[in-house]
């Protein structure tokens, strides 16, 4: 069974950067593919990027270019999101996702709160 | 960049009623690329279609979905109480994923 278990809240300042990291236990890690999506108090899901570990590249959602850079460790199984240039409207629950064989999202992180605010 | 509408907004029906949620496309789909995910309040989304029409893991048959090209449906034969909540659909394209902004069952 595959867990996918994110880090915790986070309070930032405008301006800044947070990094979130969600590690994966069950499977083998590098065979997966692990999105980012996030979803804004009271709004929808919204993708932001993804990382093949196996390969360790990532593609992102053309919104956040620039501005997310989604890594991984094989090493710890750990995927990584840093946002960076933090605004008040990135406030939101970030969560990670493990991509199925539809391209759909069959395992999910519990999401980690990121909130900025000066 | 393909925009999934989700209507309606909000569906108001009482516990054995049937839902029927709807998604559309604002340009053809690929089928085995259209999932649809419930969320419960201070929850992560949970798979319950993939493809368009199968079930994930677990799902109850209560569940169907089907539609293809630009329309598609998810449909919830007889609600539970456990099954108020949120819906979304989402596609894969062009290397990046897109979801429907939502619809809410509520009770009635």
Do not use: H
């Amino acid at each position: 069974q595959v867990q996918l278990v994110q880090s915790g809240a986070e309070v930032k300042k405008p301006g800044s950067s947070v990094k979130v990291s969600c590690k994966a236990s069950g499977g083998t890690f590098s065979s997966y593919t692990i999105s980012w999506v996030r979803q804004a108090p009271g709004q929808g899901l919204e993708w932001m990027g993804r990382i093949i570990p196996i390969l360790g590249i990532a593609n992102y959602a053309q919104k956040f270019q620039g501005r997310v850079t989604i890594t991984a460790d094989k090493s710890t199984s750990t995927a990584y999101m840093e946002l960076s240039s933090l605004r008040s409207e990135d406030t939101a629950v970030y969560y990670c996702a493990r991509e199925g064989i539809r391209k759909n999202f069959d395992y999910w992180g519990q999401g980690t709160l990121v909130t900025v605010s000066s | 960049e393909i925009v999934l509408t989700q209507s309606p907004g909000t569906l108001s029906l009482s516990p054995g009623e049937r839902a029927t949620l709807s998604c559309r496309a604002s340009q053809s789909v690929s089928s085995s690329y259209l999932a649809w995910y419930q969320q419960k309040p201070g929850q992560a989304p949970r798979l319950l279609i993939y493809g368009a029409s199968s079930r994930a893991t677990g799902i109850p048959d209560r569940f169907s979905g089907s539609g293809s090209g630009t329309d598609f449906t998810l449909t919830i034969s007889r609600l539970e109480p456990e099954d108020f909540a949120v819906y979304y659909c989402q596609q894969y394209g062009s290397s990046w994923w897109t979801f429907g902004q939502g619809t809410k069952v509520e009770i009635k």
